[in-house]
């Protein structure tokens, strides 16, 4: 099977509300509060380290039943220029993309050096969704680094 580094859309960052271990690398989150900055649409985000998906991206990722992750609630908020920018438009429901799988091995992983990476089944439904701002990279194994 093929795996794949991907660097989602960044859309905003951890807001005031995250409750944070800053003296392990990479941070370890107790409570989540991602706040938009922007979005540009893809049902996949993320601020490091942590990953966002949109509800309807949630919902297939748990009826496939894939590896490797846990979904846990997120508190989104909206920064000012994202309120005046987005004047009456709404954000869909995101839920909190865990990461708890081995790289290679699983349907999502970290690498060593803390990418994700996702399997051929993951890329697959995420083709059907929307991901145009992603950046995505097949690990081949002479550069792989998990």
Known sequence: MSFFYIEPEVSGGLGPKTIMDTSAH????????YEFE???????IESFPCYL??????KQLLLNN??????DHVLVSTSEDFTEL??????????????????MEDDF???A???????????????????????IEIVTIGNESV
């Open 86 to 103: 987005n004047e009456g438009e709404s954000l869909p429901k995101f839920y909190w993309l865990k990461i708890k799988g081995i790289a």
């Open 38 to 44: 922007s979005w540009l649409g893809d049902d996949i």
């Open 66 to 71: 894939f590896s490797g992750f846990l979904l």
């Open 53 to 58: 998906v949109t509800e309807k991206l949630a």
């Open 109 to 111: 992983g970290l690498s």
């Open 26 to 33: 990479p941070p370890v989150i107790d409570k989540l509060n």
């Open 113 to 135: 050096d803390f990418r994700l990476v996702i399997s051929q089944n993951i890329l697959n439904i995420l083709n059907l969704n929307r991901i145009c701002n992603a950046d």
